[in-house]
């Protein structure tokens, strides 16, 4: 089984935050691979991993960062493989800003399909919807879950009716 | 009884905050509805919520959300009811600010009326404000709320009198 | 004639922004007034229009305030009457950023309806939502708005139909 | 000739930021469409659109949008198919903050690949990396359009080269 | 003994930061008051207590807020008297920056002499300093508050000094 | 006639923003001096500057500065007299953030009485309020300055009674 | 043995954060010293300190303060040393952007090398890479330390290479 | 003569900040060279150029880049020698919080030295700080330098004694 999909991380620390793509993509039973890769103190090896990486079968690569967040642009810079960036709050975090927009604000001609704070899973979602483009069992995966994400609401509404107030109607 | 105050969250998780805005509606004998109803994974639910409101008697819409926070927007965008919306300091939230934004930076010909973070009771206070507009009863019970916030801060001067310095006169 | 929409602002540099309130009414044809108020400057007249207001047949108040912008939640302290506050991007202004917060943030127990930074036009569109709960005239007039403006989108594609590039289908 | 990426707006006025992502495809010859729809003013239209994208051959969505950017968002629920989102510093915008984070933040099941702020051109390229996916072709031609990246900044250094310091080696 | 210093808050759960101001004030043995007026539920309190304030004496007012923070500049719209605004970062305050700007920001005219977020006792020494203008006895009191400064200082050094590390000098 | 009040700036470049904190001064005939210092050019004539004031007959200091704006704080710690900071949006400045922060979030003991973004008139204001504690003649003129403040709002409203809408009432 | 760095404080509260700072110089062997100093509280020491440091042996100056932070900005004014400023996080911050704002934004002629928020360690090493110019000694040490940044990723991987997952290849 | 400073940036449309760095090297006679290299569009370029740098005499690395700005990040991940980064609030760039957060909050292990915003020349300052601390003629120049910052205050203040004002002293 060959892995489509890459997690990178920058430090194991965020794995907290990350697992949740992992856990998503072998829900949906996609082949992928989890890596600690630092573009700070592990240069090469992040230019080894990218250069390499269409070969080795990967098709979309997910990697999540906090602070100066440079682990996704650095990656998009030795690929043509879309990219998907998670910003994390980490502990050396203002907030999350800086995670954020030094994963957004990429300059012309190296884009990161950025996703929101600590987003994980919705990358692991969004990597099966590029997936998705080629590859027709992989569609059907993804509307199947899209259908399924209604019923958490239906459910709400059930706890909702069980409320009780005198001029509740 | 016809409920005449729909108020809607995109979330359980958002029921703590929106659920002073049915205690404040409850207690002011205002009958209301509470609904889950997300812009995102329910989407044609939402439509056909807000399509139909007016007619079941619904004069006032109150919708929280947090995050990139559609919900209010969404719903302005399918009647002509006046909406409320609530932003909520989510665990996804950005401080906050992201729920603000979304609702609050409305495009021109779609407004909605935002209170601040959280302020679900306020939301609740101006949804009786809209409403006495056409109804004298409704207008009393929202003077008599009003005179009844002054004794909060006379009970809060009582507090402070019992406080003892020695150069306090 | 009784004006139904009071329209205050705390300066009249405010009244490039804030005319575009007093167009839509105009246009609309509900009857309105136009008047300059400082929270701080004429603290006292504040007080007066905002207690008498009400009785002389307002049911809307819309006000517009710069920098530390206090008018709308202090006329929102003598009055029942909705408010509906426009944070204006004054010259004084942090971006607009002061405008926002110190308009949206009231505490509970005195809401403002706020509106987007310098959405003058969406407050007026606003205060005829609110008007519309008790009047089917103008409920009809806020429909019949609400319907124009998919007319603007209509046109843009007509706009954009026309841009001509050899791949564009 | 069938359309593969439709690039939407939320008004013409975005227009001179969203035709670079329309002059980016044109240049790679990958068809596309160009569309004006708004999430607030016709969004049963957006709704319509959303969901028959996929069976007119829409792979990629490409959606700019300003202030309470609500229209990448909205697409997004109403298909899986992956909505790249440009958050466009509009008039209406705080310095872009609204727009960015109305995109950016979705909740957990509806994610949008967020590009930079204005970055209509990225958003182009980043849709041809996800339609090489699989597609063998357009993989060629985004990998060539990568290798013609570097030569912006050989002509840069030869124009530095041309800068004359006493003391520059 | 006649108040020379006002402390006001805008709620009881202001106390436990504006105590501090107050403890200040009675270590240097200056006569003030405590009281709770509330800008939004309390408006007419708050005109009484600012016009009349002179005349019983007070010659500085602190007043602190959080929020849609108005309680110092409606005071400052009705006294001549100096108003030091204290910016609280409240339960409802969003970090402390509604807080801020809506004391700073005030418009032409009617300026607040605003003190950092949550510093009552820095508003204090600002009183005692403006009280010494025209006060040689508090004058003496404010330079001896002013040298006791240091001292923390020389603490604080003869902590590290006994901090060991092997390359610590 | 010997200066009360001692206007700083950090340059010249300043000089627009300051001189009208002169202007105000010199209209209600206070005694005042200019002078330019930098916390960071010259640090020495800082403290010469700041701990001979006093004796000099200044009173009370108004300290302009923008970016990292450590001039009013820097001030503050050689002498006792109230310093008022004014906050420039200078040139380097991020929109004016650096500089509000820099002046306003003075640590405990050394409080500066800050006022909004580019508010040197204010400061000015806010310069005779204080040497009015202990002055019957500046207090008069303070009084008078205040009471002229509402003309500039009785003016608005008889030029906004001049605009004319049909439904103007 | 002579301290080569100086590592100040502006309060004892600062040492958990500045103490990282000393045990890397500690652990690299380069001799240091630790004072405790405020720019508001004991600004002649500041002076006298930052005057005389170059005599004394000190190559380096490694200041942390939080808040309106001047204490590097105020050393720097003094002395032609390299300042580091460490922008901390103190209770009084607000979330950490004043103190970075009041020590990276200093005007121009007296930079302050700012490191990120509380990044004490990384002041210390920077302060080791600017000695290790004219020292081969202490560039050893340094190219050691970075060789050894990459273990810490090693381990990273390890540990993601024993979470199991099925569809993990 | 070999260069001991290497003035980099990302884009030749940073010229215009970074050339006032190359000014200031080249009135000072401090050998130096400029270079256009750019994280993302030449990542290899950026690793050669750095892995090499020590040896070729380069003794400070000066960066400056704008939006989601690595190049600093990056040149400091592949060698030791410091890094002074200078944020550029380039056209991309959301009012220069990109810029300022992915240059300055560098991970633990890898220190940017930074400067204000688009403060180059102060960069160029510091490079010259850094290498005096082992090159005495070079500590010379740098010292004549801070005297002379000095004079434009001086200067200055012959500017305000012109000012004439009837109450100015």
């Known amino acids: 089984m060959q892995a489509k999909v890459s997690i990178i991380m920058g430090s194991t620390s965020d794995l907290p935050i990350m697992e949740s793509a992992a856990k998503h993509l072998n829900e949906l039973q996609i082949p992928f691979e989890l890596n600690a890769l630092s573009a700070h103190r592990t240069p090469k090896q992040v230019e080894d991993f990218a250069t390499k990486a269409?070969?080795?079968?990967?098709?979309?690569?997910?990697?999540?960062?906090?602070?100066?967040a440079h682990l996704p642009g650095v990656i998009a810079a030795f690929t043509s493989i879309?990219?998907?960036?998670?910003?994390?709050?980490?502990?050396i975090s203002i907030?999350?800003?800086?995670?954020?927009?030094?994963?957004?604000?990429?300059?012309p001609g190296i884009p990161v399909a950025t996703v929101g704070l600590n987003a994980a899973k919705n990358a692991a979602i969004l990597s099966t919807q590029?997936?998705?483009?080629?590859?027709?069992?992989?569609?059907?995966?993804?509307?199947?879950?899209?259908?399924?994400?209604?019923?958490k609401i239906v459910k709400a509404n059930e706890q909702l009716s069980q409320i009780k107030f005198e001029y509740k109607v």
Chains 1, 2, 3, 4, 5, 6, 7, 8 share one sequence.
């Not at 879309?82 to 502990?91: D, E």
């Open 130 to 151: 590029m997936l998705s483009i080629g590859d027709e069992e992989i569609k059907e995966k993804v509307d199947n879950f899209k259908k399924s994400l209604e019923e």
């Open 54 to 68: 269409y070969e080795r079968g990967i098709r979309v690569i997910i990697a999540g960062a906090g602070g100066a």
């Open 95 to 107: 907030d999350g800003w800086d995670s954020i927009l030094s994963i957004l604000q990429m300059p």
């Open 82 to 91: 879309p990219v998907i960036g998670v910003p994390i709050k980490a502990s």
